[in-house]
């Protein structure tokens, strides 16, 4: 018999009075925890009650993943009947999102994850076929507050398409970095709070780690969608998410991984089968790599002073970084050579208020990042092959050829 404390449970979710905030609530042991989301406005009273209710059951099981790592228990109970195939991508979805967790806290993830199925199969076309609803052509934009959300929206405005940002706002404080950018990018945005509760942070024994929030933020998006009405999604994530950092128990660990190409595949057809054939999901960047990428943002100067892409800015908690680049993470390291390679050195130390590559403390991070170190460090950073190749037009273009990180690595390249 299973104990109380190895289980895990989806309990309810409920849409408050002002059908703006919707609590999502679980068990992990003998913890009752809530997820507070909170949406821009009420959600409109047309919507189709089946289709919200799908979206909102599989919202429910995505959010539950920050809960469910607390513990990791091996008995997971949930109130929806999925089916097989559900059941096959929640699986995959929670073993490897949660890859770089369970590697960094050695957990072994093999057989962990379960969702429990039913064997409904021949029911769900049915459903699919009555909730199916004619959509406006309209594009919803992830807005990360950094290049590659800046580059995929320049490509919409160029092709006239109808653009709205959407940011995910999980801070005490504003998002102001995404809000600067959606503002000088002159688009709307909807902002949706997401609040976490506050037994994930005060509880200091249990597990810690990365989730793949991208994942999140794709069934958020979906909900906004289907209720303000976009036919569109667009979450821009370039081909060099989907390539891992490391193997660990005869898996592939990817820190990208709901970033990847490999995701947003399985999402499509999650949603096509289950959820809503009528709202397209992709990225405008996929075909590209980071140095194409930083390449094609190269050429958007008004943006050099208000975006960032150091993830030390989005902590949930704890002192969030006072500078648009912190100058230390390997995020930063990585987008300081790819734009170095296309920009001067004035731009490049002007952009990060600090020449990253006269810095010996980060010699064993660029050392990292060409495949020369440990391994490709655990953030959103491009190749081996793409590094190597932006020291190599740094080298040519001879600005930093006297600073101590570029005499270094000159040497391994």
């Excluded at 404080?173 to 709070?193: A, D, G, W």
């Amino acid at each position: 018999m299973i104990q109380k404390q190895d289980v895990f449970e989806f309990v309810s979710y409920e849409i408050q009075s002002d059908k703006k905030m919707i609590n999502f609530n679980y068990r992990a042991r003998d913890l009752y925890l809530t997820e507070k989301i909170t949406l821009p406005t009420p959600i409109p009273s047309f919507i189709n009650p089946l289709l919200l209710k799908n979206i909102l059951n599989d919202l429910h099981l995505i959010l539950g993943i920050t809960y469910f790592k607390m513990y990791c228990p091996k008995k997971i109970i949930s109130p929806y009947h999925l089916t097989k195939a559900q059941a096959d991508f929640w699986n995959t979805v929670y073993t490897k999102g949660l890859g770089e967790f369970f590697y960094k806290n050695k957990i072994d993830f093999r057989g962990l994850i379960n969702f429990p199925y039913f064997d409904i199969s021949n029911t769900q076309p049915i459903q699919l076929r009555q909730l199916d609803e004619a959509k406006k052509n309209k594009f919803l934009v992830g807005i990360g507050g950094g290049k590659d959300s800046i580059v995929a929206i320049e490509q919409l405005k160029k092709q006239k398409k109808e653009i709205t940002g959407f940011i995910l706002d999980a801070q005490t404080t504003p998002p102001n970095i995404q809000i600067e950018v959606s503002k000088t990018m002159e688009i709307n945005y909807l902002t949706v709070k997401r609040q976490l509760d506050s037994q994930v942070f005060d509880l200091r024994s249990t597990y810690n780690g990365h989730i793949p929030i991208t994942a999140i933020y794709s069934f958020i998006a979906l909900l906004l969608a289907t209720i303000y009405d976009y036919s569109s999604i667009i979450i821009p994530n370039g081909k060099s998410a989907n390539f891992g950092n490391v193997n660990y128990l005869g898996a592939e660990i990817n820190h990208q991984w709901s970033k990847s190409e490999e995701f947003e595949k399985l999402f499509q057809e999650y949603v096509k089968q289950n959820i809503t054939s009528n709202i397209d999901f992709s990225s405008n960047l996929r075909p590209y790599s980071e140095m194409e990428i930083a390449k094609m943002f190269s050429v958007h100067k008004k943006y050099f002073p208000i975006f960032s892409s150091c993830n030390r800015n989005y902590k949930i908690n704890g002192n969030i970084n006072q500078k648009r680049w912190c100058g230390e993470c390997a995020k930063c390291a990585f987008v300081f050579i790819i734009l170095s390679a296309y920009l001067s050195k004035k731009e490049v130390v002007e952009i990060f208020n600090k020449n990253l590559l006269d810095d010996p403390k980060l010699i064993p991070l660029y050392q990292d990042l060409i495949g020369k170190g440990k391994m490709k460090p655990f953030d959103c950073v491009g190749t081996f092959e793409e590094s190597i190749e932006a020291f190599e037009m740094i080298k040519n273009n001879g600005e930093f050829k006297n600073d101590i990180v570029m005499k270094t690595i000159e040497k391994l390249i």
